[in-house]
């Protein structure tokens, strides 16, 4: 577990499979991952059940973002490392806040907790990120987090209005 102030970072659980399915089935999202399916609840909780937390043994990490105050903590979101290649020691990074949470400073404290946890601790050489071209929130977050802007990819994604433009951010750590 990490913590950042007052967000902390943990391990998903078995008790997490209510959030889990209804942010892998916001369809808001889906187009800045890489689906375009509904996850059952059974799927996702088999998912839980046999991800291990270990980065090299899964390829990938999720992590719970919490909020802590004054001894409670609620759930504001996902965190994850995903398509990692530990040959070339990099992965790629994402970050969820829950709408009631968002455009409050959360998203920066674990953007840069999670970059120095890959350094750190998981001993990665970069992290990378790619963001459609007219997520302006989310590019300013990544450039105020250290991260830069090295590649425009044309018709990169496929999103409600046809194709879009991404921009691929970079950190080396």
């Known amino acids: 577990m990490t913590t950042s102030s007052n967000v902390i970072l943990r391990a998903i659980e078995p008790d997490d499979l209510d959030l889990l399915y209804n942010v892998e089935n916001d369809r808001t999202l889906w187009q800045l991952g890489n689906t375009n399916e509904p996850y059952s609840k059974e799927l996702l909780r088999n998912y839980i059940l046999t991800t291990t937390g270990d980065i090299y ?12 105050s004054a001894s409670v903590r609620s759930i504001i979101g996902i965190a994850d490392l995903t398509r990692f290649d530990p040959r070339n020691a990099r992965a790629e990074i994402g970050i969820v806040i829950l709408d009631s949470f968002r455009h409050k400073g959360f998203a920066s404290q674990v953007l840069c907790r999670l970059s120095a946890y890959a350094q750190n601790l998981l001993h990665l050489h970069q992290l990378y990120a790619v963001i459609p071209e007219g997520n302006t929130a989310s590019l300013r977050l990544f450039d105020k987090c250290g991260f830069t802007r090295c590649a425009t990819l044309r018709d990169w994604l496929f999103g409600n209005t046809g194709f879009e433009q991404a921009v691929v951010v970079q950190k080396i750590l």
């Open 57 to 68: 043994a899964d390829k990938q990490l999720r992590l719970i973002i919490e909020l802590e």
